[in-house]
């Protein structure tokens, strides 16, 4: 199920108020540092979990050759136990992999505590922190966004 700038799947189990939770901190991100964040909460169609990462990667890349440059994407699998932060060449200077791997260690001890939604969101604070203030999107920029969540590209 596709929700605005956050997609959380059939197998995802967040009730709307974590959606919602989600959804506001992906809208801060992108208001007050102009990052073109997206979340996906729910498992991969995947045969073999040793292709995760590529799964990410290709979620990522799905979502278009211009957004995929600057996007910053979160893959997060509950039932699957996985998850990825996946950045792409145009904003990795601002969201560095020393970031990206704190907001997965963040995120994993969150997820063993029963916290999957405050996980997601505080990643999201620490990726917005390192990335710094910034523009926001413009209103094309927030509708392309948008549009290629709720149609899953």
């Known amino acids: 199920m596709a929700v605005g700038s956050s997609a959380a799947g059939p197998d995802a189990g967040l009730n709307p108020r974590q959606q919602e939770r989600i959804e506001h901190a992906v809208s801060t991100c992108r208001q007050e540092n102009g990052l073109d964040v ?12 040793t292709g995760f990462r590529a799964g990410a990667e290709r979620l990522h890349a799905a979502l278009g050759p211009t957004r995929s440059t600057t996007a ?18 145009g904003v990795r200077r601002r969201v560095p992999d020393r970031v990206c791997a704190l907001a ?8 063993n505590g029963g916290d999957l939604t405050g996980g997601v969101v505080d ?8 990335a710094g203030r910034r523009a926001a999107l413009s209103p094309v920029e927030q509708q392309a966004a948008d549009v290629a969540i709720r149609s899953g590209h």
Not at 123 to 130: E, F, G, N, T, V
């Open 38 to 49: 997206s979340v996906l909460v729910g498992d991969l169609d995947l045969a073999d979990l």
């Open 72 to 89: 910053v994407l979160l893959v997060v699998a509950p039932g699957q136990r996985k998850v990825e932060v996946v950045t792409g060449p």
């Open 104 to 111: 997965v260690l963040s995120m994993t001890s969150a997820f």
């Open 123 to 130: 990643a999201l604070r620490q990726i917005a922190d390192s």
